[in-house]
């Protein structure tokens, strides 16, 4: 279970990497003006810390995979990274358009799921 584990910290390494890029990728630069500064800042502020979420979750199953699978701290950290992942997906359909792009977003954001939950039911 520790290389499930460590795929897990991997998987939040690329979504921190990934969203490093957002003020490139939707050239933020620009598009954030279009709005109220409160509106952009709180954007870029969430962004901020979801990157810092994904790079602290990556290092915690990096550095301690054998608690994570052993301690009743470790499995509720794990289940409540399933969460984070499962709500994002409730969340896809709630606000982003439904298109064959969501259908695949969706499948990926459902490997955060299993990487997170499987170690905690499975011996």
């Known amino acids: 279970m520790k290389t499930i584990i460590y795929l897990g910290g991997i998987y939040n390494l690329l979504f921190a990497i990934f969203h490093m890029g957002f003020w490139k990728m939707f050239n933020w630069g620009e598009e954030l003006k279009k709005i109220d500064?409160?509106?952009?800042?709180?954007?870029?502020?969430?962004?901020?810390?979801?990157i810092y979420y994904f790079l602290f979750t990556a290092v915690i199953c990096f550095v301690f995979p054998t608690e994570l699978q052993s301690t009743k701290l470790g499995k509720a950290f794990l289940?409540?990274?399933?969460?984070?992942?499962?709500?994002?997906?409730?969340?896809?359909?709630?606000?982003?358009e439904i298109n064959a792009g969501a259908y695949v977003l969706t499948a990926i954001l459902l490997v955060g799921v299993v990487l997170f939950a499987l170690p905690v039911f499975k011996k």
């Open 37 to 50: 500064v409160t509106n952009s800042a709180v954007m870029q502020v969430m962004n901020v810390h979801l």
């Open 79 to 96: 289940l409540t990274c399933a969460g984070f992942w499962l709500l994002r997906i409730v969340q896809q359909f709630i606000f982003f």
